[in-house]
């Protein structure tokens, strides 16, 4: 199946490189989480290409910094749910590595985001002074629950280690037959940004949301929810 390149103003390499550039510290420690199902194929080919030349530019600046990677698809009977590759600062094995990703599976729309997040904060070595993960997908986690994390679970270990956690959700224009509503995108969005760095999170969730139930039983008492469908377009002006 074919997909369209992605155009100049909404390259997962072009959000990534804004993320990373605003990384304050003296060392960078990065995780990226790629999503790599089949839809996946135009933004995984623009970050073979540019990811590369981008660590080169941005991270000279960091007295040390390290990349690693953790790739996602969904659950059974795609090929894996993750797939880890330990922190490297060697650039061009990174790009080894990343020219070796291939996408296929995904039948269905949500994906292990929760699987990927927690495999980054909870599988790797962080000791840098900047500890940032950057999620990209073009997919909502699933709404329920398939394995044995929650959000919850994902929250506590980025909050724990002082993990900073980005989410870029391609595409960012939503048209048919894409078939994310556009409201979704927003709150999956909000979900997955989180400033673990003790500093008060605030997470947007609809009225009814599992995540609302999930944050309320983890009793993660510096975390602030707000559920209102209403406030999602003053939520995400911020």
Not at 59 to 64: G, K, L, T
Not at 178 to 189: D, L, S, T, W
């Amino acid at each position: 199946k074919e997909f369209p390149p992605p155009p100049p103003d909404d390259r997962a390499s072009s959000k990534l490189d804004a993320l990373i550039e605003e990384a304050p510290g003296q060392s960078l420690d990065l995780v990226v989480c790629l999503d790599t199902t089949e839809s996946m194929k135009p933004y995984i080919d623009d970050l073979k290409k540019n990811l590369g030349p981008i660590l080169r530019a941005r991270v000279s600046r960091f007295a040390s910094f390290r990349i690693g990677i953790v790739l996602f698809k969904d659950y059974w009977p795609d090929e894996y749910i993750t797939r880890k590759y330990p922190f490297t600062s060697d650039i061009a094995a990174f790009e080894r590595t990343m020219k070796g990703v291939w996408v296929a599976g995904g039948k269905d729309i949500p994906e292990a985001e929760h699987e990927a997040l927690f495999s980054a904060a909870a599988e790797f070595d962080w000791n840098a002074d900047r500890r940032q993960i950057i999620l990209v997908t073009d997919a909502p986690p699933h709404p329920e629950p398939h394995g044995k994390l929650l959000f919850a679970d994902v929250l506590r270990e980025l909050k724990g280690k002082h993990i900073e956690a980005d989410a870029i959700i391609e595409p960012t224009t939503i048209s048919p037959p894409n078939p994310m509503p556009r409201a979704f995108e927003k709150e999956a969005k909000r979900l997955v940004t989180l400033v673990a760095g003790g500093s008060k999170i605030k997470l947007l969730t609809f009225p009814g949301s599992e995540y609302s139930a999930e944050l309320a039983a983890a009793n993660l008492g510096d975390i602030e929810t707000v559920s209102s469908a209403n406030a999602l377009d003053a939520a995400t002006d911020d």
